[in-house]
């Protein structure tokens, strides 16, 4: 079992940054995880992925070059830094995590997350 802890949502300007959190705990390793938003009205949108051991992060386009994913092994988070954030990034973020690993296809696809988070609002507004 994965528990996943968010926190970092907020208001801000556009142009200007925040960083998300996310804590896991539990037995599980949570292998694989990933950031998800979902804005009023439309589906849950694929951010960002990565796998714990491995080197490359997978990005969705409309936040390539503007989000980076981080994270602190000894702490068991992994964080999502968003510079010049735009109206368009509104949204409410999830963390998601899979203790398994899973194939590069997959990873952008909501339902292949068994574990995700309460979900924090960002909202980009002047």
């Known amino acids: 079992q994965v528990q996943l802890v968010e926190s970092g949502g907020g208001l801000v300007q556009p142009g200007n940054s925040l960083r998300l959190s996310c804590a896991a705990s539990?037995?599980?390793?949570?292998?694989?995880r990933a950031w998800f938003r979902q804005a009023p009205g439309k589906e849950r949108e694929f951010v960002a992925a990565?796998?714990?051991?491995?080197?490359?992060?997978t990005y969705a386009g409309s936040v390539r070059g503007r989000f980076t994913v981080s994270l602190d092994r000894a702490k068991n988070t992994h964080y999502l830094q968003m510079n010049n954030l735009k109206p368009e990034d509104s949204a409410v973020y999830y963390c998601?995590?899979?203790?398994?690993?899973?194939?590069?296809?997959?990873?952008?696809?909501?339902?292949?997350?068994?574990?995700w988070g309460q979900g924090t609002q960002v909202t980009v507004s002047s």
């Open positions: 539990g037995t599980s390793s949570a292998y694989t």
């Open positions: 990565f796998r714990w051991s491995a080197s490359d992060t």
């Open positions: 998601a995590a899979l203790s398994s690993r899973i194939i590069s296809s997959q990873l952008a696809e909501v339902r292949a997350y068994a574990f």
